[in-house]
């Protein structure tokens, strides 16, 4: 391919030179298991607990709330599964939002056929969880509320801290899905009264297959993989040592850069959606317009077709995706769309462009010029668009 321009930065990031670097040795060089008793694996060892005290302090909380896990969704089943089962004896109930990621929301299936109950917490217009609704939800029976950090299809930020408030005040667990925000915001579990934290690797420039589950002090939660007593007796398995190595790492570079990437990243943002919506007509921006992720961008093209949009995008040489990478071989509209109120007509003409630091203006001006090509060239192609087009002309 002679271009290529990647914004699908929310579906996975290419893993930093640097944590590349890093892990390389942990290959072959300092292979010794952690778990064994002679000095040769004491480099392992003392690796694993610099990557655990680098993300407990991204966090504010310490070394022994951070429990490691081969990525995102096994974090959120983790939570899930081991909260519903630790804490029955209290009840049976959980709460979620309709717009998380299928993670939560195939796991939270499965507790339903074992026999939980789950409550489904509708969203606005532009994917704010209604809080009214969420505390109203609350019974004596209710364990654990899980509610995404921000949304990895619109970026919408939650009120995470008010969401913890709540479900502190009500003696409730509260467990978020922090895998799109965690190395683009800040978070403060205690401040925001975060009980369980989930996140990924390969979403901020680290290696795919490592992620973290963050479990506060005396949460009554389970082992998920059973065997031997890693992870204080609560992972078992060997460790993943390059992993972790890696992950540390591009922890570290993501929390320096933070604050100067999300500035880029949210120039570019709006430079590009502010262009789109002067020069391409009949299209929305799906999410809150400002409280949203810094890389996130996602539009709503009437009268076409999104699986038409991003083969012609990837023709000219441009990654981009219609939802999340986790359902991308469905034909079903995004289930976050309808849930902010989008008809399905609509929301089948979606595309989520996600931003990295690597991006330029060139680059979206390029991506500018393709998508008012592609669009206009697709309703050429529609009737329902020609109709429109009629009837807006009588």
């Not at 655990?52 to 995102?72: P, Q």
């Not at 009980?195 to 297959?209: C, E, N, V, W």
């Not at 320096?256 to 430079?271: D, G, I, S, V």
């Not at 038409?308 to 509209?333: E, K, N, V």
């Amino acid at each position: 391919m002679d271009k290529l321009i990647y914004l699908d930065h929310a579906a996975t990031t290419a893993t930093r030179p640097e944590v590349v670097e890093a892990m390389l040795p942990y290959f072959s060089e300092y292979y010794g298991n952690p778990s064994s008793v002679y000095k040769f694996s004491n480099k392992g060892k003392e690796s694993i607990m610099n990557a655990r005290k680098c993300i407990a302090d991204s966090l504010n909380t310490e070394v022994t709330n951070i429990y490691f896990t081969a990525g995102g969704s096994e974090a959120d089943n983790w939570a899930l599964k081991a909260t519903a089962e630790a804490y029955s004896s209290k009840g049976k109930h959980i709460i979620t939002s309709k717009i998380e990621h299928h993670a939560i929301l195939h796991t939270c299936e499965w507790l339903e056929k074992q026999g939980y109950e789950i409550s489904y917490i509708d969203v606005d217009e532009n994917g704010i969880i209604k809080l009214d609704e969420l505390e109203k939800a609350i019974r004596p029976d209710t364990i654990l509320i899980s509610i995404m950090f921000a949304n990895n299809e619109i970026g919408t930020i939650q009120p995470i801290e008010k969401i913890g408030e709540i479900a502190k005040a009500h003696d409730v667990l509260f467990h978020t899905d922090a895998v799109q925000a965690y190395g683009q915001l800040p978070i403060d579990v205690e401040k925001m009264h975060i009980d369980m934290l989930s996140a990924s690797g390969h979403k901020l420039g680290g290696p795919k297959g490592i992620g973290f589950l963050y479990i506060r002090k005396g949460v009554k939660i389970r082992s998920f993989v059973h065997g031997g007593a890693q992870e204080r007796a609560r992972r078992a398995g060997t460790e993943n040592v390059p992993g972790i190595v890696g992950l540390g790492k591009a922890v570290s570079i993501a929390f320096e850069t933070m604050e100067a990437r999300a500035k880029h990243e949210q120039n570019l943002r709006e430079y590009t959606m502010d262009r789109v919506l002067a020069e391409i007509p009949y299209t929305r921006v799906n999410g809150d317009r400002t409280n949203r992720l810094p890389n996130n961008i996602n539009f709503s093209f009437q009268f076409i077709e999104g699986e038409s949009l991003l083969i012609m995008l990837d023709m000219a040489g441009i990654c981009g995706s219609s939802g999340s990478a986790c359902t991308s071989g469905s034909l079903d509209p995004s289930h976050v769309l309808l849930a902010i109120g989008l008809p399905h007509e609509i929301a089948h003409g979606s595309l989520r462009l996600t931003l990295g630091e690597e991006n330029t203006k060139e680059d979206m001006d390029y991506v500018i010029e393709q998508l008012k090509q592609i669009v206009e060239r697709l309703r050429s192609m529609s009737p329902l668009y020609e109709d429109f087009i009629k009837k807006s002309n009588r």
